[in-house]
């Protein structure tokens, strides 16, 4: 059974850090997308940063580049999301996913791709 679930969200002011934590379970293969994704009340859920479980390759949002990192452990049963420098406009509910298809990350802006979605957490930055 897959299984997802994100942790780790929190309340934290303007400039510090939080790391979330996504349980991953159930997959067949080794090899796929897995991502953070992050929903603000009122709008549009958004790519934030997405890993290749293949090569270990990583890619981020424009928005989030140079602040938060995305990771996963030798276990391969958690991937994590290092958010440093925190502003406002990050605050969010995140979401971690999986597209079991196909671990490229080039195209991970495109949401519907990924057809694994856990629960999300809530990060609320104050400012």
């Known amino acids: 059974e897959v299984q997802l679930q994100a942790s780790g969200g929190g309340l934290v002011q303007t400039g510090g850090s939080l790391r979330l934590s996504c349980a991953a379970s159930?997959?067949?293969?080794?090899?796929?997308?897995i991502g953070w994704f992050r929903q603000a009340p009122g709008k549009e859920r958004e790519a934030v940063s997405c890993?290749?479980?293949?090569?270990?390759?990583?890619n981020y949002a424009d928005s989030v580049t140079g602040r938060f990192t995305i990771s996963r452990d030798n276990a391969k049963n958690l991937v994590y999301l290092q958010m440093n420098n925190l502003k406002a406009e990050d605050t969010a509910v995140y979401f971690c996913?999986?597209?079991?298809?196909?671990?490229?990350?080039?195209?991970?802006?495109?949401?519907?791709?990924?057809?694994?979605w856990g629960r999300g957490t809530q990060v609320t930055v104050s400012s």
């Open positions: 996913a999986v597209d079991g298809i196909s671990p490229w990350c080039g195209n991970f802006y495109y949401l519907p791709r990924f057809n694994f």
């Open positions: 159930g997959f067949t293969s080794d090899e796929y997308a």
């Open positions: 890993l290749n479980t293949r090569d270990g390759s990583t």
